[in-house]
């Protein structure tokens, strides 16, 4: 069992402090009014996967997610973009930003202070037992074509990786990868200080650590920062999906997606005061949803939207006045799912106070999942 003992650079004692805090009661939900509720993606032959949707200085709309596959899992994924410039009214034809020789999932996005588009995705061999002798894909000549791409394992293996791709010119080009260190489905955040930090997870690795990552050159390069803790009796190899924001006072808040058997697929949050470099023992903050991302609203408020993988199928937002002290009941963005292959919604705030969120989502009457995006206000 790794502990949080094995973490460098972690403060126990603040750990404890932080960990004794009692969660807040819940408060109601604000009252929210949805305002349209539409498919944005023009491609219905692929099946799109985990976006994330970000909001420019420009008032641009940017989504990227995984595209151009099959399947949930398959070997033809690569990272899509489009934009809108007009809050989301329409979408600009779907380009590919990134595309491997194996499958390239979960893409996030930022604009950073300095104006550089920052897109994340990574890469996976998970498919490969499907096309190996005896899997369900072994005899489907498009698949092993895709497969065949490298000329053996080892050269499959040396394209994993946690990437990260800089544009300096507005998305008309992107740089080669860059290892960001760590991954999760919806990229990195700016602190005010200027750093980006990327709370994630180490895929590639032994140990594969939770934590943070950060960069000081606008995103050119990364190092590990810190780990962040466990709670008794849980294994931080089932922590996954981290997303982070800071708050008005500078307290960084961290969700993380639970898979132990404690407080299973319930999201655990964590903060961060000193910048990043020691966190607090994540604790649950009774909502049952995954992945959470994090957004700092113009009023101070954190909204936090999520999958709702279960009846009523779905995705979710909730609030929180106290910089996640607690949160409000649940906001229903979309309660209209066939299943629980959906979610990982993100939302970004327009000048007009007006919420959009996108979300992938298989329908009912395809089994290749699409984006979807709705727009609401908070009352």
């Avoid at 080892?154 to 960001?180: K, P, Y």
């Avoid at 089994?367 to 009352?379: D, E, H, K, T």
Wanted: charged share 25%; with cysteine; hydrophobic share 35%.
């Amino acid at each position: 069992m790794i502990t949080r003992r094995r973490f460098a650079g972690v403060s126990l004692a603040a750990a404890a402090a932080f960990s004794v805090r009692p969660l807040r009661a819940r408060a109601a939900a604000p009252s929210a009014e949805r305002l349209d509720l539409k498919i944005i993606s023009p491609q219905a032959e692929y099946y799109h996967g985990w976006p994330t949707l970000g909001r420019r200085a420009n008032g641009e709309l940017v989504v990227v997610w995984s595209g151009r596959r099959q399947e949930h899992v398959c070997p033809f994924g690569t990272v899509e973009m489009m934009v809108s410039r007009d809050d989301g009214d329409s979408w600009t034809w779907p380009r590919t930003v990134h595309e491997s020789a194996i499958d390239d999932r979960d893409a996030g996005f930022l604009e950073t202070a300095e104006g550089t588009l920052l897109v994340t995705s990574f890469s996976s061999l998970a498919y490969a037992p499907r096309v190996a002798e005896g899997g369900d894909r072994a005899g489907d000549a498009r698949w092993q074509a895709a497969h065949r791409r490298l000329p053996d394992d080892a050269a499959r293996e040396a394209e994993l990786g946690c990437w990260g791709f800089r544009s300096t010119d507005g998305g008309l080009t992107f740089s080669e990868r860059i290892d960001t260190v760590v991954n999760s489905p919806h990229g990195p955040c700016q602190l005010r200080d200027g750093r980006l930090l990327y709370a994630g997870k180490q895929l590639w690795t032994a140990d594969r650590r939770i934590g943070v990552a950060e960069s000081v050159d606008d995103g050119l390069t990364w190092s590990w920062l810190a780990g962040i803790p466990t709670r008794d009796g849980d294994h931080e190899r089932e922590y996954h999906e981290l997303h982070a924001v800071e708050c008005p006072s500078g307290r960084i808040v961290a969700h993380i997606r639970n898979h132990n058997q404690t407080d299973h697929r319930e999201v655990l949050q964590t903060e961060s005061a000193d910048g990043g470099k020691s966190w607090s023992v994540p604790r649950p903050i009774g909502v049952w949803g995954l992945p959470s991302a994090l957004l700092l609203l113009r009023d101070g408020r954190l909204l936090m939207s999520y999958g709702h993988r279960r009846a009523p199928f779905g995705n979710q937002a909730r609030i929180s006045e106290d910089e996640g002290e607690s949160w409000s009941d649940p906001i229903v963005i979309s309660d209209d799912g066939v299943s629980g292959d959906l979610g990982y919604p993100t939302t970004v705030e327009l000048d007009d106070g007006t919420l959009v969120s996108v979300w992938y989502e298989r329908l009912a009457d395809s089994p290749r999942a699409q984006l979807r995006q709705a727009r609401w206000r908070l009352g």
